[in-house]
């Protein structure tokens, strides 16, 4: 069966043509121009994944993104973007969403990021997520490394006490480096790992998630867990 896309964009001719591109790529589309269409065609047929421009009149991307989060719901949802400030795709992970493009963008690359994510969707439902092999924890269940501790079957984790409040791309993030702790994961590893993709070295996507999972992890006189190797990637390590 066909998976569904529910595209919400209010520029004709890119919500056309994006769902063109999609249709012929084998997915089944409910294209919308605005934010409250968007939310009334979620709530009536919750589809498999969503793609959201966030700068739509009245109810916007962000809103929608919001709203649906606020609700439980967890299906993916891509923004399409035209703002290239790194605070203005915080304020989509911030908002709830799974993964960003930024406009102008390939159609190809759209396709790669709704392949990752439905994947994704797919493994956290059924099989297991592919991360690297290692011994089970020694609790049977949760994941404890650097003062964290993390349930993968609840997708909960905490830092000491504290519970931390993350989207499914940071937890799958934080759940990689955790599982590796102490051991250097270069760029191409973990686009592989997390997105299913390697975006290339030119994309800002990876340090974006991690800046943002630091100010969820950080806290004030406490060393920081996750750190950059230059050149080469991240490594989580209590200093």
């Known amino acids: ?30 294209a919308v121009a605005d934010g409250v269409e968007a939310l009334a065609q979620a709530h009536r047929t919750p589809p498999d994944v969503l793609v959201l ?4 009149p009245g109810i916007d ?14 299906t993916p949802i891509l923004m399409l973007t035209a703002l ?16 960003y493009v930024v406009k102008p963008f390939d159609v190809e690359e759209v ?35 650097a003062g964290l501790r993390m349930d993968p079957q609840a997708r909960r984790a905490w830092r ?19 599982r590796n702790a ?15 993709y390697d975006f290339g070295p030119g994309s800002k ?3 974006v998630y991690v800046g943002y999972l630091r100010r969820k992890l950080d806290e004030p006189g406490a060393p920081q867990l996750i750190h950059t190797v230059r050149g080469v990637g991240y490594v989580l390590r209590e200093d």
């Open 1 to 30: 069966m066909s998976q569904t896309v529910l595209l919400a964009e209010d520029d004709r001719a890119i919500r056309n043509a994006l769902e063109r591109a999609l249709t012929l790529e084998g997915y089944q589309v409910t």
């Open 53 to 56: 421009d966030v700068m739509m």
């Open 61 to 74: 991307g962000l809103q929608v993104c919001r709203v649906l989060r606020a609700e439980g719901d967890r």
């Open 84 to 99: 290239v400030e790194t605070q203005d795709r915080i304020a989509g992970l911030d908002a709830g969403a799974d993964d």
């Open 111 to 145: 396709f790669a990021r709704l392949r990752a994510l439905l994947r994704r969707t797919s493994e956290t439902n059924g099989a297991p997520v592919d991360v690297p092999r290692q011994a089970p924890e020694p609790s049977g269940r949760l994941i404890e490394a």
């Open 160 to 178: 000491g006490a504290r519970e931390l409040e993350l989207t499914r791309t940071e937890f799958e993030l934080l759940e990689l480096l955790a």
């Open 182 to 196: 102490g051991i250097v994961l270069d760029h191409a590893t973990i686009y592989d790992r997390i997105w299913g």
């Open 205 to 207: 996507n990876l340090a």
